[in-house]
């Protein structure tokens, strides 16, 4: 089901709802796993990017990325404050492309915040919220970083 800006509130719950519940079954984890192993595969995880995007989000990650997602999330991730316009045209997996940089560069504490800028409230809520559900769904996120819910309201303005 697409989202677009004509979906009612009611069908809007139901659609995340729908978003949240692939995320959480997407992303199982091995419960057997030993505590040492699950620090070695996060290691090595951290240390190769474009791997762990895959493994945090398999739902997302169903094909190999082009050569300029990789060239851009390398561009992104080396420099400590950049500013980058993607250029890409549509369905290039702009969004979600940054969605995996910045998580990855705040669940690794190599960044302490993010802030999300769109034209409009609604916007913000429909580029928010894949975050959202993933911090507060995604096993595999919840298992290796722990829960990352905050107390409060998401605030747009």
């Known amino acids: 089901m697409a989202f677009n800006k004509h979906i009612n509130d009611k069908q809007a719950l139901l659609y995340w709802d729908a978003f949240r519940d692939?995320?959480?079954?997407?992303?199982?984890?091995?419960k057997?796993?030993?505590?040492?192993?699950q620090?070695?595969?996060?290691?090595?995880?951290?240390a190769n990017p474009e791997e762990w995007f895959v493994y945090y989000f398999p739902k997302y990650c169903t094909a190999k990325p082009a050569k300029f997602h990789i060239a851009a999330t390398k561009r992104w991730l080396k420099n400590n404050r950049w500013y980058e316009v993607r250029?890409?045209?549509?369905?290039l997996s702009k969004s979600t492309r940054a969605m995996f940089e910045d998580l990855y560069l705040l669940l690794t504490k190599k960044s302490k915040y993010k802030v999300l800028i769109s034209f409009s409230a609604d916007q913000a809520v429909k580029l928010f919220m894949p975050y959202m559900?993933?911090?507060?769904?995604n096993q595999r996120i919840i298992h290796d970083y722990g829960r990352q819910r905050k107390i409060g309201k998401l605030e747009c303005r």
């Open 133 to 137: 559900i993933n911090l507060e769904s």
């Open 87 to 91: 250029a890409w045209s549509r369905e």
């Open 22 to 30: 692939n995320i959480f079954a997407s992303t199982t984890i091995d």
């Open 39 to 46: 620090k070695k595969r996060i290691a090595h995880l951290e």
């Open 32 to 37: 057997s796993e030993t505590l040492e192993d």
